[in-house]
């Protein structure tokens, strides 16, 4: 029996959208009030699901309890509360959208479970904005 166990979990963080190779008028045209050089801030929610076979001695999928762990270790503590753009290693050269922010949260955490799983993040940039990433 395959189930999907998934556990929510916030941060917050501020960015800006652009890229460096282009001018700030490019920049403005595409991204708009999300180019603003002094940075704006979102309350992002996350939604991390696990698929797999639930095992028949325990009945769990991945214990809830490993799979927050894991998510406020690498997760929360590399994000929350931070400038994405300035302070988090992975974005130096990659613009931190959401389709961006998405990818490399799910590149963290898929090492960290057990391949014979499926990963699928979904996160909230605003209440009514959301990706999902599961991988390729
Ligand atoms: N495909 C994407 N489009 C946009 C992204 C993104 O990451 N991926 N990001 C942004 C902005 O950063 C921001 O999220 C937009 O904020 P806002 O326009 O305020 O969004 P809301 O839905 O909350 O506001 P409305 O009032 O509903 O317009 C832009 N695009």
Known sequence: MRVTVSRKAHFNAAHRLYRKDWSMEKNQEVFGKCNNPNFHGHNYELIVSVTGEV??????????????????EH??????HKNLNEDVPEFKDLNPTAEHIAYIIWNKLRVLIASDKELEITLYETPRNFVT???N
């Open 55 to 72: 095992d028949k001695e325990t009945g769990y999928v991945i214990d809830t309890k490993i799979l927050s762990d894991l998510i406020k």
């Open 75 to 80: 997760i929360e503590e590399a994000f929350d």
């Open 133 to 135: 990433y599961k991988g």
